[in-house]
């Protein structure tokens, strides 16, 4: 189905300026586009949550003198092989590197590779940025 379809929503005069406000505040153009995201993020969060094929970003920062650090980041890249499209590594300064490992596949292999990463000694930080494939959105 295509096309557009409109809906009305009633919302406390409080709660609409404070909504306003978040949308403006974040650039988006229309109180419609501002929606159109809200339902977009959610949508994304029920794939993730319900074992969807879903896409993402996992950073970490490790001081890359740490010893066999890099060896342990890149074996557990190797042991997710099927999820992990590519890895892009950044010299933050002398001692810091950051690497960003995009994935796509199963939400579940997904968190299991954050998890064991997690598990890794040494690294200062990590995070998952989730997004989609974009295969259930238009």
């Known amino acids: 189905m295509s096309g557009t379809a409109r809906f009305s929503v009633s919302l406390g005069r409080e709660l609409m300026e404070r909504f306003d406000r978040m949308w403006q505040t974040e650039g988006l153009p229309t109180r419609s586009e501002a929606v159109k995201a809200m339902i977009r993020r959610a949508l994304v969060e ?29 074996r557990a890249q190797h042991d997710f092989e099927d999820i992990v499209i590519c890895t892009q590594h950044a010299h933050l300064d002398h001692d810091n590197c950051l690497e960003a490992i995009i994935v796509a596949g199963a939400s579940q292999a997904v968190g299991r590779l954050v998890k064991r990463l997690k598990a890794i000694k040494g690294l200062k930080h990590t995070a998952l940025m989730m997004t989609t494939t974009g295969e259930k959105l238009e």
């Open 46 to 74: 029920q794939e993730w949550q319900h074992g969807g094929r879903v896409a993402g970003t996992i950073v970490v920062v490790y001081d890359h003198h740490a010893r066999a650090l890099a060896d342990r980041l890149i």
